[in-house]
């Protein structure tokens, strides 16, 4: 199996719930540090495209969203699983966490921070990721709004702890930990934690489950350049191992040229022929001149994989 590669920056809330999972798994890995805003012509040549961030690359195999990447992660290493009561808890809570509190923590987080936030970062988020303004003023009216969302489901944050913690499903973190975490972390990184922890009432219960999720670190990553990542590919094939087993359950055939897009945000298409699908995962083969031929893979849940 070749080398972990993990695309990130270090203030990308979503890539800090992959620096845990390598902490949990004690992994050792590569880092390409990423510019916080694009053009980022080497991640397009890996990603045919995609433009979020993490992307997790093993030799010729990308992972494009956090939900297929703890699932390389788990293959590549299963022990400790991120799933220690099965994958279906922890992504449903995934998956509602991040679309229930992405827009909420960012308004708070502007409220605190926005005035440093360059205007280059903010066009680049409202015309080509999030479709909406995230400057201060911008996201001001709704500032009351944002916190009472955020106070909503840290309490059933809290409910959680108190009838399983010490994590949110049971005695052993898992990979909703993680991603319930990761936009408070955000926050209280950002904006101060005593500030954060008072606006939106997060008591010891919570304060003291993120200790215990920070306590896992991050592994042991080494920082490598991009042109480096992309020597990767294009020196491997990609691993079999990592196709999901199955057929596609929409019907597409495989060898089908095929979009897959977000549903929510950066609706950039990603256009590549697919390999192979099941109901958690797509793979599409996209072959690039400075990566060779790439397998591309995404989440099902989250996406929209098409007929081209
Ligand atoms: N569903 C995606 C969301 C990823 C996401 O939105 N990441 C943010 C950074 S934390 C992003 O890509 N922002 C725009 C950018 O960096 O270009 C995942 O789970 O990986």
Same mark, same amino acid.
């Given at each position: 199996?070749?080398?972990?590669?993990?695309?990130?920056?270090?203030?990308?809330?979503?890539?800090?719930?992959?620096?845990? !999972?390598?902490?949990?798994?004690?992994?050792?890995? =590569?880092?390409?540090? /990423?510019?916080?805003?694009?053009?980022?012509?080497?991640?397009?040549?890996?990603?045919?495209?995609?433009?979020?961030?993490?992307?997790?690359? @093993?030799?010729?195999?990308?992972?494009?969203?956090?939900?297929?990447?703890?699932?390389?992660? #788990?293959? +590549?290493?299963?022990?400790?699983?991120?799933?220690?009561?099965?994958?279906?808890?922890?992504?449903?809570?995934?998956?509602?966490?991040?679309?229930?509190?992405?827009?909420?923590?960012?308004?708070?987080?502007?409220?605190?921070?926005? #005035?440093?936030?360059?205007? %280059? *970062?903010?066009?680049?988020?409202?015309? =080509?990721?999030?479709?909406?303004?995230?400057?201060?003023?911008?996201?001001?009216?709704?500032?009351?709004?944002?916190?009472?969302?955020?106070?909503? /489901?840290?309490?059933?944050?809290?409910?959680?702890?108190? &009838?399983?913690?010490? *994590?949110?499903?049971?005695?052993?973190?898992?990979?909703?930990?993680?991603?319930?975490?990761?936009?408070?972390?955000?926050?209280?990184?950002?904006?101060?934690?005593?500030? +954060?922890?008072? &606006?939106?009432?997060?008591?010891?219960?919570?304060?003291?489950?993120?200790?215990?999720?920070?306590?896992?670190?991050?592994?042991?990553?080494?920082?490598?350049?991009?042109?480096? !990542?992309? #020597?990767?590919?294009?020196?491997?094939?990609?691993?079999?191992?990592?196709?999901? &087993?199955? %057929?596609?359950?929409?019907?597409?055939?495989?060898?089908?040229?095929?979009? @897959?897009?977000?549903?929510?945000?950066?609706?950039?298409?990603?256009?590549?022929?697919? /390999?192979?699908?099941?109901?958690?995962?797509? /793979?599409?083969?996209?072959?690039?001149?400075?990566?060779?031929?790439? =397998? +591309? =893979?995404?989440?099902?849940?989250? *996406? %929209?994989?098409?007929?081209?």
């Amino acid at each position: 199996m070749s080398d972990i590669i993990l695309h990130h920056y270090d203030l990308s809330p979503f890539s800090e719930k992959i620096r845990l !999972a390598m902490g949990v798994k004690s992994l050792d890995w =590569h880092s390409v540090t /990423v510019e916080a805003v694009p053009p980022r012509p080497d991640l397009d040549a890996l990603t045919g495209g995609y433009r979020r961030l993490p992307v997790l690359q @093993v030799g010729a195999d990308v992972f494009c969203d956090t939900e297929v990447i703890f699932r390389a992660l #788990e293959r +590549i290493k299963p022990a400790p699983t991120l799933y220690p009561q099965g994958e279906g808890i922890a992504k449903a809570l995934s998956l509602w966490w991040d679309r229930t509190t992405w827009k909420p923590a960012i308004g708070v987080l502007v409220a605190h921070i926005g #005035e440093h936030l360059p205007q %280059e *970062f903010l066009d680049d988020r409202r015309d =080509h990721y999030l479709g909406y303004d995230i400057s201060k003023e911008g996201m001001a009216p709704m500032l009351p709004a944002y916190v009472q969302q955020l106070v909503a /489901v840290k309490e059933w944050l809290s409910s959680m702890l108190a &009838q399983n913690g010490p *994590f949110l499903t049971g005695d052993t973190i898992s990979a909703a930990d993680l991603t319930c975490y990761h936009s408070l972390w955000l926050l209280r990184a950002n904006a101060g934690a005593e500030i +954060i922890d008072s &606006q939106l009432g997060l008591g010891s219960d919570i304060t003291g489950w993120m200790d215990r999720v920070a306590a896992v670190g991050h592994g042991n990553s080494t920082e490598i350049s991009t042109s480096a !990542a992309l #020597e990767a590919a294009k020196e491997a094939e990609p691993d079999k191992a990592h196709l999901p &087993q199955g %057929e596609d359950p929409s019907g597409i055939a495989k060898g089908t040229r095929v979009t @897959v897009t977000p549903d929510d945000n950066a609706r950039v298409p990603v256009t590549g022929t697919l /390999v192979a699908a099941n109901g958690q995962e797509v /793979v599409v083969a996209v072959d690039g001149d400075a990566t060779g031929t790439l =397998h +591309i =893979h995404f989440p099902r849940a989250g *996406f %929209e994989t098409l007929p081209a």
